[in-house]
Nanobody, 118 residues
Framework: EVQLVESGGGSVQTGGSLRLSCLAS????????VAWFRQAPGKEREGVSC????????HSSDSVKGRFTISRDKALNTVYLQMTSLTPDDTGVYYC???????????WGQGTQVTVSS
């Protein structure tokens, strides 16, 4: 059974940083691609960053490029999202996803809240 558990959310001020973690089980990173999505109140869900299972290529949306970095630790089966220079527009629930598609949407974590205040 595939499971994804996010952690690391919280409240920060504009310009602050947070690191989200996604602990994965039930698959290996060589098999599945992992991504981060987010959803702000009243807005559609948005893909943020993605790391391909085979090869580890990454992609980030234009809205976070240069500020967010996705990475993974295969030994810990954990994917990270390092977020810097946060703004209130980054506020939302952040979800970790895993699967075979690009970006993957087959399996979802429960989400972690990120709140950025001005």
């Amino acid at each position: 059974e595939v499971q994804l558990v996010e952690s690391g959310g919280g409240s920060v001020q504009t310009g602050g940083s947070l690191r989200l973690s996604c602990l994965a089980s039930g698959f290996t990173f060589d098999e599945y691609t992992v991504a981060w999505f987010r959803q702000a109140p009243g807005k559609e869900r948005e893909g943020v960053s993605c790391i391909r299972g085979s090869g580890g290529n990454t992609h980030s949306s234009d809205s976070v490029k240069g500020r967010f970095t996705i990475s993974r630790d295969k030994a810990l089966n954990t994917v990270y999202l390092q977020m810097t220079s946060l703004t209130p527009d980054d506020t939302g629930v952040y979800y970790c996803t895993g699967g075979s598609s690009w970006p993957p949407q087959e399996n979802w974590g429960q989400g972690t809240q990120v709140t950025v205040s001005s």
